[in-house]
């Protein structure tokens, strides 16, 4: 009995959801206001340029790498 009682109430769904259905792709103003928002693609060209990645020469890296060793010491000797 529980089962025929659950098959009903997902029938009624169905129709329920086939009559929506019918509204909206009869109405172009309905599924319009449904529909997400388009986002604007920027051109291609305009993609590609972007900002040029600035490397750094061997000694600065070598100079950022000591000074970040130098910090990590110092704090170690702080924690001791």
């Known amino acids: 009995m529980?089962?025929?009682s659950i098959?009903?109430?997902i029938?009624?769904?169905i129709a329920?959801?086939?009559q929506i259905r019918a509204l909206?792709?009869?109405t172009g103003v309905a599924a319009k206001k449904l529909a997400?928002?388009?986002v604007k693609k920027a051109p291609a060209q305009a993609?590609?340029?972007g900002k040029k990645r600035r490397t750094l020469s061997p000694e600065?890296?070598?100079r950022i790498a000591d000074a970040q060793r130098k910090r990590w010491a110092a704090q170690k000797a702080k924690a001791k």
Do not use: F, Y
């Open 2 to 4: 529980a089962i025929e």
């Open 60 to 62: 600065a890296r070598k």
């Open 24 to 26: 909206l792709s009869t």
């Open 16 to 18: 329920k959801l086939t």
């Open 47 to 49: 993609q590609t340029k």
């Open 11 to 13: 029938d009624e769904e």
């Open 7 to 9: 098959l009903a109430q």
């Open 36 to 38: 997400l928002p388009k």
